[in-house]
């Protein structure tokens, strides 16, 4: 519910971005709904479960952010950047963004890798449950995605280097455009176009994961065993089943 209001405040926040998208203050605004945003999701979900709550908040809502602008840039570029084929506008953008999406995916990957020890726990607990053989499956995507980025960084360094040619949209009299093959902003678009639809099949996968009971509770789920001594009926309960502190329940 608290989702909701704050994002018909982001709908009108977008509207004055629009007539001053480099004004701090509405930056700032924009920054800290953002956050609030992930908030929502991150108080909603396993973070607020299990140990070590406090941590997995914040790096649920990190590991959202990186994911937002990642993905985002990469939605962004795909739907308009690349699509103009302006090599003099894409360049400088692209170069620049490839940056951005670096950091965005070394935050990933940490919090990811924090949240997902936290989850599983162990090596039962990644390859006996649901939830573990989800979160391998879109660990083995997330690696595709990493190669496909690793290729655009490439292409976007080489670029910046001066080793590939600026590719002339509309040459004139007399002009030449050469590239070689894939080298061109079209060539870029489909290749980033390509790690959106393998993004889109992570988060389908990462809602899954959502809906799953984690996999450290699916494996350390209570004991409960029954035993008859004559009239006597007693039940024993051992919650959780691990080494360290547990209850036991008679």
């Known amino acids: 519910?608290?989702?909701?209001?704050?994002?018909?405040?982001?709908?009108?926040?977008?509207?004055?971005?629009?007539?001053?998208?480099?004004?701090?203050?509405?930056?700032?605004?924009?920054?800290?709904?953002?956050?609030?945003?992930?908030?929502?999701?991150?108080?909603?979900?396993?973070?607020?479960?299990?140990?070590?709550?406090?941590?997995?908040?914040?790096?649920?809502v990190v590991h959202l952010a990186g994911i937002s602008v990642w993905l985002g840039g990469l939605t962004v570029l795909v739907v308009a950047l690349l699509r103009t084929g302006d090599a003099t506008v894409a360049d400088p953008v692209v170069a620049r963004f490839s940056k951005v999406a670096l950091t965005?995916?070394?935050?990933?990957?940490?919090?990811?890798?924090?949240?997902?020890?936290?989850?599983?726990?162990s090596l039962e607990a990644l390859t006996g449950t649901t939830y573990g053989r989800l979160l391998l499956i879109k660990l083995a995507l997330f690696a595709?995605?990493?190669?496909?980025?690793?290729?655009?960084?490439?292409?976007?360094?080489?670029?910046?280097?001066?080793r590939r040619p600026v590719v002339?949209?509309?040459?004139?009299?007399?002009?030449?455009?050469?590239?070689?093959?894939?080298?061109?902003?079209?060539?870029?678009?489909?290749?980033?176009?390509?790690?959106?639809?393998?993004?889109?099949?992570?988060?389908?996968?990462?809602?899954?994961l959502v809906n799953a009971p984690p996999a450290r509770g699916a494996v350390e789920r209570p004991y409960s065993v029954q035993e008859q001594a004559g009239d006597v009926t007693l039940g024993i309960t051992v919650d959780p089943t691990r080494a360290g502190p547990v209850d036991v329940h008679i």
């Not at 965005?104 to 726990?121: D, H, L």
């Not at 009299?173 to 790690?195: D, F, K, Y």
């Open 1 to 60: 519910m608290a989702r909701l209001p704050l994002l018909a405040v982001a709908a009108v926040s977008l509207r004055r971005a629009r007539r001053a998208p480099h004004d701090a203050a509405v930056l700032a605004g924009g920054a800290a709904l953002g956050t609030a945003l992930l908030l929502t999701s991150a108080l909603s979900g396993h973070a607020v479960s299990g140990r070590l709550t406090g941590a997995a908040v914040v790096a649920d």
């Open 104 to 121: 965005a995916v070394a935050v990933i990957a940490v919090s990811g890798t924090f949240q997902s020890w936290r989850q599983v726990g």
């Open 144 to 162: 595709v995605l990493i190669g496909l980025a690793s290729w655009s960084r490439q292409w976007v360094r080489q670029r910046s280097a001066g």
């Open 168 to 208: 002339a949209v509309s040459p004139g009299p007399g002009a030449v455009a050469r590239s070689a093959p894939g080298t061109t902003i079209a060539g870029l678009r489909r290749t980033v176009a390509v790690e959106v639809g393998v993004a889109i099949a992570v988060l389908a996968v990462t809602a899954l």
